[in-house]
């Protein structure tokens, strides 16, 4: 069972940025490929990114080259960094941990982000 704590959410202006993390604990953190989702008020939950454990990364297209994806093995942790953001992002983060071959999901309690115009 993997536990996963997000943290860094916070209201900004738009044109700021924010970093998320995520401390993951309770599995190898290596077997998993980890991602950031959002969900905005009234809308269906979207994936942001993701990072394998390789390093290899794949971001949704409205982020792209404004977020970076990131983890740290050492500290069990990954994080989002997020520049120039817009009131488009405002929304709840997610953390998810996804074990590809069992196709088994963990999520964090989700950290809200809100973007002021």
């Known amino acids: 069972q993997v536990q996963l704590v997000e943290s860094g959410g916070s209201l900004v202006q738009a044109g700021g940025s924010l970093r998320l993390s995520c401390a993951a604990s309770g599995g190898i953190f290596s077997w998993y490929i980890m991602g950031w989702y959002r969900q905005a008020p009234g809308k269906r939950r979207e994936l942001v990114a993701t990072?394998?454990?390789?390093?290899?990364?794949n971001y949704e297209d409205s982020v792209k080259g404004r977020f970076t994806i990131s983890r740290d093995s050492a500290k069990n942790t990954v994080y989002l960094q997020m520049n120039s953001l817009k009131p488009e992002d405002t929304a709840v983060y997610y953390c998810?941990?996804?074990?590809?071959?069992?196709?088994?999901?963990?999520w964090g309690q989700g950290t809200q982000v809100t973007v002021s115009s």
């Open positions: 990072i394998t454990s390789g390093g290899s990364t």
């Open positions: 998810n941990a996804h074990l590809p071959h069992l196709l088994i999901d963990y």
